[in-house]
Every structure is written in C-alpha cells, then in structure tokens.
C-alpha cells in the first residue's frame, strides 16, 4: 500500500467510525465547557449593568477585553483579542513554538484532557485498526487494557518532550539565535534566520510524535506489553519504511494545514447579534470536529500502512472481546 493509499484507508475507517468521532468530539466539549461557564460569570460579574457592558452587546471592544485581561486571575487572563475568530489558532501555534507558558488552569484542563486520551487512545487505534464495530464493551475493554502500557509510553514522551520544549528550546531559541543576529543589521535577515529555527525545531517534533504514533499503532495492533519494546520496533518499522512513513505523515500533516487554511477563511469575528455569534460557535465547533478527524486519521491512516506492510488489513493480535453468554451477564 502507498503511502496515498494508506491517507484514503484512515480516512475510510474514520468515516466508517461516526460513534467514535462524536464520542471524542464530546470529550473535547465537556473538558472546555466548564472553563466557558467560568469565564462567563467572571465577564457578567465585571460587567454588570455597565456602560462597558451595552457596549459589549454592540460588539467587541478591545480596550475593555484588555482592561479585563490585566486585573483577571485564572482563566480570566486568556479573554484577549487574539482568541476571537482564527486569532485563536495563530496564539495557539505562538504558544507552542515558543514554550510560552500558560495560566494554571488551562495546564490542570489540558493535563485532564490528555489523562483521557491516554485512556481512549487504545480504544481507539483498536477499533480502527480493526475497522469493524467492537461495540462498546470490545472498545473499553482496548481502552483498559492499554491504558496502563500508553501511560508506561507517556512517560517517554513526557522525557523526550521535556527535553525538546526545554533545554533544547532555550538552546536554540535564547542562546543559538541570538549569536546568530549579534551582527546582523537587516530585519528580514534575522527573521529567516529565526523562521530556520522554527523549521529545525518543527521537525524534531514531527519525528518525536511520528515515533510515538507508530509505538501506539505496533503495541495496539501486535498486543505489545513492553512500551520501550514497542518504540524500538516502530524506529525499525520506520527505518524500513521511510519513504511510504514520512510521505504518508507529510500528507496528513498537509490534510491539518487544508483544514486550518479552510477555517482561516470562514473564521467569524466579533459578534454584533445572537445570530452570528450562534453561526460563529456552530463554525469553530466544526472546525474542531475536523481537526479531530484528522487526529484520528492519522492513526486510522498509520494503522493501515502497517497492516498492508506487515500483516493484512484488519489485523490485529489481541482477539476481539466477546460479551459473556451467561445468566449473570442477563442480570446486569
């Protein structure tokens, strides 16, 4: 199977799937949605029957957003202008690229949110690789039994992460860029030469989670108990496949750009009635259910490049729960 091939199957098993990217699109909305809550009464209790406040009925108004942001604690302090529309994804991406740090609760939201990926994780890479319905005790029973080997991984990660959002960034970025432009008169000139950093560090990242996604796709499908095991047969799945890997990771990477460039263009802005900032969240809630579509696309596409390589499609080790046929299981 091609790397092209192994994109069209992912995306097959996702489509094929619509229960897991509902499931998943709920996770994400019940994690956000008590922040939401939060945020609302901190603004209804700063407005109150202000001035300020029938402006905000009218529209955005940013010297109030930043007023807001600087006395606000907590979650309060994220309420800026860039989180409207596709400003939202642009600070996002500045966050990540440059390790900036973000207040306590989104850490404590985002710890949660990934704490439950862990979990599904197994549940889910098991159902596509399978790409038939395990129904809901064959999905939580992969979801359980991966869990404690996914976390065993995510350690790994966490090490390999540490170390690339850590020592390495500040290397790069504090002290390598710096000696880069001590001469350097032109402003494009060091803008280049910071971008080619962001390119370096850019990849080590993809190879980290291309690495990482295969040692979930090889422990998943080949029931492997030992994560070290599993991240040494992807690296060597990879070093054979590296043509049809990288291509197929390059594809599905373009397919997340396809979808932020498309949201980068309907993107809303300010609300000035209940209308458009209805339309406005019913477009940035879709935009989340793509993108979630493509996280799972990856898995469902690499699961499919290593089964055509390897084994066969729908090949997987750990055989399929079966509900227990037993007068106690009619009982529950």
Known sequence: MTAFAAAIDGLRRVARAPALLAGVWVLTLSISLPLAVVMRGMLADHLGRS?????????????????????????????????????????????FVDASARP????????????????????????????????????FAACGVFFFRFLRLALAQAIVYGFLFGP?????????????????????TAFFARLALYLVFGLLVAASALVFDYAKVRASVEDRRSMLGAIGAALGFIRRNYAAAVSLFAIDVL????????????????????????????????????RLCVKLAFWGSEAALFQSRLAHAGYTARPEPVWPESPAAEMI
């Not at 957003?65 to 529309?85: D, K, L, N, W, Y």
């Open 255 to 290: 397919l997340f750009a396809a979808v932020v460039a498309l949201y980068a263009l309907v993107a809303p802005g300010a609300g000035h009635s209940t209308a458009t900032i209805a339309i406005g969240a019913a477009i940035g809630q879709l935009y989340i259910v793509a």
């Open 104 to 139: 306590a609760v989104i850490i404590a939201a985002a710890a949660a949110y990934i704490l439950v990926w862990l979990f599904l994780a197994g549940g889910i890479i098991d159902r596509l690789a399978r790409d038939r319905p395990s129904r809901a005790h064959g999905f």
């Open 168 to 188: 390495l960034h500040r290397w790069l970025f504090d002290r390598l860029y710096p000696r880069m432009i001590h001469e350097v008169s032109v402003e494009r």
């Open 51 to 95: 001035l300020a406040g029938e402006a905000a009925l009218r529209g955005a108004d940013y010297e109030w957003m930043q007023e807001f942001a600087a006395q606000a604690s907590g979650v309060g302090v994220t309420f800026r202008p860039t989180i409207i529309g596709f400003g939202a994804v642009v600070d996002n991406l500045s966050a």
